[in-house]
């Protein structure tokens, strides 16, 4: 009763830390933008390499075998360029190797999370403002238009950018994150979590979907230039890529002056102290040292349960790589617009990821691990079929060799396999994420709660940053492009091998073979005691600490009755003599 009543009033006058929820919702939101940035560029590498290919007539052309316009050179391209851009998210999964430091070192005047939280983003936006055109020249992306000019297309300087990009903001929620935790009262503190996952998605929601459908030639044309009563610019889109990362670079400035102004960071050693007496305080930096944070750390890794939730984490990613990474790069490269791709996160990836964490609680009853098998189940078995089916359907339902079937039929299938493969993934995704989620929660040691979750969500973001830049190369090197040629008017291909559906065989075969193995002792993790999960350092340095106090009282104690006991034995000797 008393959550629903705190959830209901989450945001009402009356509640103390509504203007905090707000705080919190803004600068969440400010991490998800680069996530949907990074998240959209893949999507333009896929359909500029689409677009060039069909510009050059399939490769078919005079001169074109064996250059630089060869299909199997531009299939081969195209996913290599994913797959070292794939890099660039990798600061998240390793944010625990430089937490602590943001912990311990800070600006007293300033404020603990204001002396990291001011200059990174301050950094990161001047790096969105003056970085934008570079992006897009090194995309080959030049005016925004539908051409792509390969000679300057270099993904390794475009990966750095967003890999600095990504550091930052990285930085920034090791800095909000902790400072959620003294900005809210004890009672709220666990709507942090919340207001982290609901701002990280209107961040990505509006750099994402907001970007490509802004960026799509066609809603640009028919949408938005005549709403808005612009002049006519076919084949361009609204936005370009540079000017759009620019916008983004000024809102996340805007947004850290008004923070740096009107926000003042409590100082927490004048809070009361919420810990309970029987507990040992958490982790702090800045009060054990640098040193002794490691420690505690490397403790906890060489527990049995945490090395086998470890190689759990790390694995079970990538038996779904290819619906993760690839379904939608595929589904471009087979005939699916940009525009259809972005609409699909908010009608129903966003929905499905609000629901069914709701739902699964009802369903699973605080068996969050059984839920995460379950939900993994599906992931190998149904979801790979329905994305076969789906790339099947736009292949042959929606690409260039079926451009005029209309029918009702052929649209409701068409449909229906997007729908479905969509919403299964966002399903058992949600499913896993929140299971993962709440097993952390219930488990970890609270004596370093906050770093202790660091670093379980380091190694699950790990297991699903390694596994993209994988399968990516895997397809472009399996990958054969059919051999195009013109034939009285007309394009007919010939040969060739598309990696993905036997790869996604392989993978679920793989899928298959880690549940084998695996399942069992995901089981038995769930069902390891509490002790299993607690290294006791801090217990041990509490009662040593303790007992040191209580040594101290009784040694002065025992001085006095020492002293006593040498008097009375010098008086028993004179008289003795």
């Known amino acids: 009763a008393s959550s629903s009543s705190s959830s209901s009033s989450l945001f009402t006058f009356s509640n103390p830390d509504t203007p905090n929820y707000i705080l919190l919702l803004a600068l969440y939101t400010l991490q998800g933008i680069p996530m949907g940035l990074s998240a959209s560029i893949p999507f333009l590498i896929q359909q500029k390499i ?25 299939s081969k391209f195209a996913y290599r360029a994913q797959a070292v851009f794939a890099l660039c998210s990798w ?12 912990d311990a070192i800070f600006w007293k005047r300033l404020g603990r999370r204001k002396s990291w939280l001011l200059p990174v983003q301050t950094l990161a936006g001047l790096l969105m403002i003056g970085g934008s055109d570079f992006v897009e020249t090194q995309l080959g992306l030049g005016g925004g238009g539908m051409d792509m000019d390969l000679e300057t297309f270099d993904v390794k300087k475009v990966t750095f950018f967003f890999f600095v990009l990504y550091f930052l903001m990285a930085t920034q929620d090791i800095a ?3 400072w959620a935790l003294t900005m809210l009262s004890k009672a709220n503190r666990g709507k942090g979590p919340v207001m982290n996952s609901i701002g990280q998605n209107i961040g990505y929601f509006l750099s994402f979907v907001g970007f490509l459908a802004l960026n799509d030639a066609d809603t640009s044309e028919n949408v938005w230039r005549p709403l ?3 002049a006519s610019r076919p084949n361009t889109g609204l936005v370009s890529l540079g000017g759009f990362i620019k916008c983004m670079g000024v809102f996340m ?9 009107f926000k003042h960071e409590i100082d927490e050693s004048e809070k009361e102290d919420d810990n309970d007496d029987d507990e040992p305080a958490e982790l702090d930096a800045s009060e054990i040292g640098l040193a002794e944070t490691y420690h505690r750390l490397y403790a906890v890794c060489c527990l049995p349960s945490v090395k086998w939730l470890f190689l759990i984490l790390l694995t079970y990613r990538f038996p779904t790589a290819l619906s993760d990474n690839v379904k939608f790069l595929k589904a471009i490269e087979f005939g699916l617009s940009k525009q259809t791709t972005a609409l699909l996160s908010p009608a129903i ?3 499905l990821g609000i629901l069914v964490p709701i739902l699964a609680s009802k369903i699973w009853h605080n068996h969050p691990l059984r839920q995460f098998l379950t939900a993994f189940q599906i992931r190998i078995t149904l979801v790979p079929l329905l994305d076969v089916l789906m790339l099947l359907s736009v292949r042959y339902l929606r690409g260039d060799d079926h451009p005029d079937v209309t029918t009702t039929l ?37 004596a370093i709660g906050g770093s202790y979750m660091t670093l379980l969500n380091t190694a699950a973001n790990l297991g699903g940053t390694w596994p993209a830049s994988v399968v990516m190369f895997l397809v472009g090197q399996l990958t054969v492009p059919p051999v195009c040629e013109v034939v009285e008017g007309k394009e007919v291909c010939t040969g060739g091998r ?8 392989g993978f679920s075969i793989l899928g298959l073979t880690w549940l084998y193995f695996l399942g069992g002792k995901v089981m038995e993790v769930a069902h390891l005691p509490e002790d299993s999960w607690r290294t006791g350092i801090a217990y041990q340095k509490l009662n040593s600490a303790v007992g040191m106090e209580e040594g101290l009282e009784n040694g002065g104690r025992k001085s006095n009755g020492n002293r006593k006991k040498r008097n009375g034995n010098r008086k028993k000797n004179k008289k003795s003599r």
Request: glycine share 12%; charged share 10%.
């Open 91 to 102: 600061p998240f999964s390793l944010k625990l190797l430089w937490a602590p430091l943001v």
């Open 176 to 178: 909000v994150d902790g």
């Open 228 to 230: 808005l009563g612009l």
């Open 410 to 446: 052929t649209r409701i299938s068409f449909w229906s396999s997007i729908v479905l493969s969509t919403a299964a993934q966002a399903t058992v995704s949600s499913l896993q994420f929140n299971a993962q989620m709440t097993f952390f929660a219930s488990r970890v040691d609270p």
């Open 253 to 261: 400035i805007v947004v850290t002056t008004l923070v740096g102004v």
């Open 349 to 351: 990836v966003l929905p």
């Open 50 to 74: 689409r677009n060039f290919v069909h510009a050059d007539g399939g490769g078919g052309g005079v001169g074109s075998q064996g250059g630089h316009h060869h299909p199997e050179f531009l």
């Open 498 to 505: 598309d990696a993905y559906f036997p790869l996604q065989m």
